[in-house]
């Protein structure tokens, strides 16, 4: 059971985006730091475990040509060996920035091309394997950095085409902690990003050197806003509600699940004990146990608990903790942060 | 966000206006004709087929302001004539209204079916005038070609960008509150059962598969929500049933247009920024705003009929209190002055504009610079 912990206030109110609440936490000071994108701009803030914020940040997307400011579609911190890195996508490009978000670091702007004038341009879709940085782009393709354990070198170092419509989002896990449980001869096809996109479609991938696409999960007409990867197990939420569970080398579907009423929005993992929560527009936050199925090997899941979070079309959604034990909640037009821990 | 927004906004937000001039044009008693006539020439004006070309050009949305200025000339595009604080009620009942539609749309696509409520309602107020008829039809065919293709992907980035356009604007409107679906604060009743988004199964089922793709478990689990699969889906196609009632009309004699004025007291910082903020941008703004205003066609008020004036209020005392105590935040401030600056974009402007001015507001000297900024000032 979870109980509602002391909401954290927001400067602005939170924009009706998919994954839109990061949360980093430090083991230093026992701070835990938010981002939220309000629209055209973004707040960062720390906070102590009673829920005072302590420390507050305003970041804009950089400006280019256009009619309105430019609009942010997400922020997310980046945790790679040696340094962490808060990265923003916008409407123009791509900016990171130092984790405290005091000095941005790099930048890359969007080349759109011709296509901006019949097509949204934009960079959605952001996440971490080993010393690379992978965001998503409208195009489909998965723009893959290169980040030097420190300074600002930071170097462009593929470019993957596997999806045909927006990236949506991108989930990682180390290779490392799944390799322990593979036959030797298989440890090449491990599989440690997933890529989701507008039309549904996951790709799997090895990143390394070279970026290697292992296989394709076909969707099913609706978008997959949210994706994360667990043990060699690929947790899909979509536009019609449904969670599903798939083996990362294979595709092949081990658990459906018709989650929610509404269009999922957000998943994130507690991998220290396989805990999965969902997020819809449908004002429910599920969270569910995965684990291994002692016959079959494949994967199994339980419902554990659901939250209602009235008049709410949440946005963000984001476990506080490696365990499990606490979670953070954003909604549209809601100006503060719903924070809820287990009793 | 998506530049295929404006489009929806606009029809949407004009459908709604005229829903609240019918409904305020019986409760005045302006006789039939008179009525008939406002709503014919406001349609035709919103159906130009040189102004829906240039709005159906993909392009980003305006600024709540610029395009309040949109709904203001539309709205005084007959021998109708609305005052300040009228035209204030006017565009936030509007606003609200689609906003709620926006929110409550079972899957983003539907937006589209709200649209076609409002086209629907729209043909029923000029059923007697074929060529009106058949501006609008050509607008649906339109819609049809350009939204019929789209991805469930780009409709949702479409609510999206609505939904962000919206952001912050919390005025109650005292229909919603009586049919409890707004809360005192502003923000709007979320229910937790009722029928599902057309392809989406009732929550509470977790199916397991083997390797072999054979289902081997079937587990419920309580969801929290009692809902019901669609009946069908609503008809895309010109003539049919929607199935989806928002975009409906729902006012009528029994059920007035009322607001309470209410800023959005929880979120205040995050709402003036927008005015206080200088706007760089705003000179392109006008420059495009220009081009689409261009593209109405405005009938001035000939012959021997004698123009008259709206109140979105019960009584003109309040009216009069209304423009008073209006909340800060809630203003529609003149358009930015830097507009001044563009003198080939201010002239078209002032043109435009002073076109629709001139019977409003005889007693305007000619300078067309001062004026553009003085009429801005009024709007």
Request: charged share 20%; with cysteine.
């Amino acid at each position: 059971m979870f109980r509602r912990e002391r909401s954290i206030p927001l400067r602005g109110s939170a924009a009706a985006l998919c994954n839109n609440l990061s949360v980093l936490q430090l083991p230093v000071g026992n701070l835990t730091h938010f981002g939220v994108v309000h629209g055209p701009s973004a707040q960062l803030l720390s906070a102590a475990p009673e829920g005072v914020p302590l420390a507050q940040r305003q970041l804009q997307a950089q400006e280019g040509a256009g009619v309105s400011p430019p609009l942010i579609t997400q922020v997310h911190w980046c945790v790679l060996p040696f340094r962490v890195l808060l990265v923003l996508t916008s409407h123009r490009g791509i900016q990171m920035y130092e984790s405290d978000g005091s000095v941005m670091v790099y930048w890359h702007a969007l080349d759109a091309g011709d296509s901006s004038l019949v097509q949204a341009v934009f960079a959605r879709g952001i996440a971490a394997s080993g010393h690379f940085i992978c965001v998503g782009m409208w195009s489909g393709r998965v723009l893959v950095f290169d980040i030097p354990a420190k300074g600002p070198n930071i170097v462009l170092s593929e470019e993957l085409a596997g999806h045909q419509t927006p990236v949506t989002d991108i989930a990682t896990e180390p290779a490392q902690g799944q390799l322990d449980c593979k036959p030797l001869e298989n440890r090449d096809c491990v599989a440690d990003m997933v890529t989701a996109d507008d039309s549904g479609l996951l790709c799997v991938w090895r990143s390394g050197s070279e970026f290697k696409l292992l296989t394709r999960i076909p969707g099913f007409g609706v978008p997959c806003p949210s994706v994360q990867l667990w043990q060699g197990t690929i947790a899909a939420g979509y536009g019609n509600g449904q969670v599903r569970l798939y083996e990362a080398s294979t595709g092949t579907l081990h658990v459906q699940i018709d989650a929610h009423a509404r269009a999922i929005c957000a998943l994130d993992l507690a991998p220290e004990v396989g805990k999965l929560l969902s997020a819809a527009e449908d004002t429910f936050v599920h969270i569910w146990k995965l684990s291994r199925s002692p016959e079959g090997g494949y994967i199994e899941v339980e419902h554990c608990h659901g939250e209602c979070v009235p008049d709410t079309q949440v946005c963000g959604a984001r476990f506080c903790d490696p365990s499990g034990s606490s979670f953070a909640v954003t909604g549209y037009d809601l100006a503060e942060i719903l924070r809820f821990s287990s009793m | 966000m998506s530049v295929r927004t404006l489009p929806l906004l606009f029809l949407n937000l004009g459908g709604e206006m005229l829903y609240i001039l019918d409904q305020r044009l019986r409760a005045q008693n302006i006789p039939g004709d008179k009525a008939r006539k406002v709503l014919n020439d406001i349609i035709s004006t919103m159906f130009n087929r040189k102004f829906m070309e240039e709005l159906f050009k993909p392009q980003e949305l305006y600024s709540k302001k610029a395009l309040r200025t949109v709904y203001d000339r539309l709205a005084h595009a007959s021998i109708m004539r609305l005052n300040q604080a009228s035209m204030d009620k006017l565009y936030d009942l509007m606003t609200m209204a689609f906003k709620y539609q926006v929110l409550l749309c079972p899957r983003p696509k539907d937006v589209l079916l709200v649209t076609f409520n409002h086209l629907d309602a729209i043909k029923g107020f000029i059923q007697d005038s074929p060529n009106i008829l058949h501006q609008v039809d050509e607008t649906f065919q339109q819609l049809t070609e350009i939204y019929g293709g789209l991805s469930a992907g780009e409709f949702q980035l479409i609510r999206q960008t609505l939904l962000i356009f919206f952001q912050d604007l919390h005025i109650r409107v005292s229909i919603f509150l009586k049919d409890k679906v707004q809360n005192s604060n502003g923000r709007f009743v979320l229910p937790v059962s009722g029928p599902l988004p057309w392809g989406t199964k009732v929550p509470g089922l977790i199916r397991t598969f083997n390797n072999k793709g054979e289902e081997v478990k079937k587990a419920e689990f309580k969801h929290g929500g009692s809902y019901v699969a669609a009946p069908k889906e609503g008809s895309f196609e010109l003539y049919g049933d929607r199935v989806l009632k928002l975009g409906t009309n729902m006012y009528s004699v029994n059920r007035p247009v009322e607001t309470h004025m209410s800023g959005a007291s929880e979120n205040l910082a995050a709402q003036t920024q927008e005015s206080i903020a200088p706007n760089p941008l705003a000179k392109e703004e006008l420059n495009l705003l220009a081009r689409l205003i261009g593209g109405m066609e405005i009938k001035k008020p000939s012959g021997p009929e004698p123009g008259f004036r709206l109140n979105l209020f019960t009584t003109d005392e309040e009216e009069e209190q209304a423009a008073l105590t209006r909340p800060e935040e809630l203003f529609y401030e003149a358009i930015n002055i830097q507009a001044t600056q563009d003198q080939q974009t201010n002239e078209e402007l002032a043109r435009i504009m002073g076109e629709f001015e001139i019977l409003d507001q005889p007693r305007r000297s000619a300078s067309k610079g001062d004026d553009l900024l003085a009429m801005m000032d009024e709007l």
